[in-house]
């Protein structure tokens, strides 16, 4: 069996109150499922760098402190990626999709459990409103 490559991707996890950021995959990997924003790391940026442009281009959103939360891998289908998930708290602006994101909002964890979502983004959003 031939091993697939491993690529590094990112994705955040914004706070704000009760509700994490989630965007509507609008193309594959994970067409149509909801998501933290994020994508592959391009060549020469750190993945705190990299987390930074993938939240502002599907989102139009900044942030400020970024804290590394979770490593998870993530199954594609020509690659897998090694997925660091960055953790920060909103910091003011409305999100509006871009780029591959064909929607982009906060949801509380009761909305996010109707959602079509994937499952290691479900978990990692109940560990951060667990205590909400």
């Not at 490593?71 to 602006?93: C, I, K, N, P, S």
């Amino acid at each position: 069996m031939r091993m697939k490559p491993v690529l590094p991707a990112v994705s955040v996890a914004i706070r704000r109150e009760h509700r994490l950021l989630l965007v509507r995959r609008g193309r594959p990997p994970s067409f149509g499922f909801y998501a933290f924003p994020g994508g592959r790391v391009e060549a020469g940026e750190t993945l705190e760098d990299a987390a930074r442009r993938e939240l502002a281009e599907e989102t139009g959103l900044y942030v400020g402190a970024l804290s590394p939360l979770v490593l998870v891998r993530a199954v594609g289908d020509e690659f897998d990626y090694d997925l660091q998930v960055f953790f920060g708290h909103h910091v003011g602006g409305e999100p509006v999709a871009n780029d591959d994101a064909a929607e982009a909002a906060f949801f509380t964890l009761a909305e996010m459990e109707t959602l079509p979502i994937l499952a290691d983004v479900l978990e990692v959003g109940r560990d951060l409103l667990a205590e909400v």
